[in-house]
Every structure is written in C-alpha cells, then in structure tokens.
Nanobody, 125 residues
Framework: QVQLVESGGGLVQAGGSLRLSCAGAGRTFSTYTMGWFRQAPGKEREFAAAIIWSSGFTYYSDSVKGRFTISRDNAKNTVYLQMNSLKPEDTAVYYC??????????????????WGQGTQVTVSS
C-alpha cells in the first residue's frame, strides 16, 4: 500500500516562498510519476506539476511555470514543490499524488491512483 504524507504548508505573504514535501512510504517510486495538484474553495482540483521519478523529467501547468519547481530525493523517497513568487490566487489545499507509470502527460486527477491528505497554503495580499 502506497502512503503519501504532505507537509510544509502555511501562511505566507504575496511574493514569498514555501516548500512542500511529500514523503512516500510502502515502496520506492522508481516506476512512478509523482504529481502535485491543488484545490481552492469552490473550485475543481487542478494540476500544478509532475515529475517522472526515474528520469527526473518535469512538467508544469501554465499558471505555475517559472515560479514552482518540482524535485525528488531518492534517498528520502520524498518529492518537493518549491513555490516562489506566490500570489493570492495560489491559495489552496495542495495534494501529492502518484501513479505507477511513466508519462509526460498526466495532468488529470483521475489519472493518479494514490493521494496524500493535503496541506493548506494561504497567500495573503
């Protein structure tokens, strides 16, 4: 059973930075694609970023490209989302997700099989 635990959320002023972590347990993720999604109140869950674990290939939504960076640490079995130049519209619950396949096009929540519990990010103006 795959378990994902997010941490690192909080309250930050616009223009600030946060780093989210997603610690994986239950297996190694060398055959997985890992993603970060977010969901604001009253809105659907949306894709933010993903990384193919084995190669380190990354891809992003247009709304976060250039501001957010996804990365992984093999030794810690952990995925990170570094968020810079944060905006009030980045306020949401952020979720880590995983699926056991390699793909550069996994941008829909239904394409992922495993999810963390979420961590709140609030950006004040």
């Amino acid at each position: 059973q795959v378990q994902l635990v997010e941490s690192g959320g909080g309250l930050v002023q616009a223009g600030g930075s946060l780093r989210l972590s997603c610690a994986g347990a239950g297996r190694t993720f060398s055959t997985y694609t890992m993603g970060w999604f977010r969901q604001a109140p009253g809105k659907e869950r949306e894709f933010a970023a993903a990384i193919i674990w084995s190669s380190g290939f990354t891809y992003y939504s247009d709304s976060v490209k250039g501001r957010f960076t996804i990365s992984r640490d093999n030794a810690k079995n952990t995925v990170y989302l570094q968020m810079n130049s944060l905006k009030p519209e980045d306020t949401a619950v952020y979720y880590c997700a995983a699926v056991q396949k390699w793909s550069t096009g996994l941008r829909e929540s239904y394409e992922y099989d495993y999810w963390g519990q979420g961590t709140q990010v609030t950006v004040s103006s």
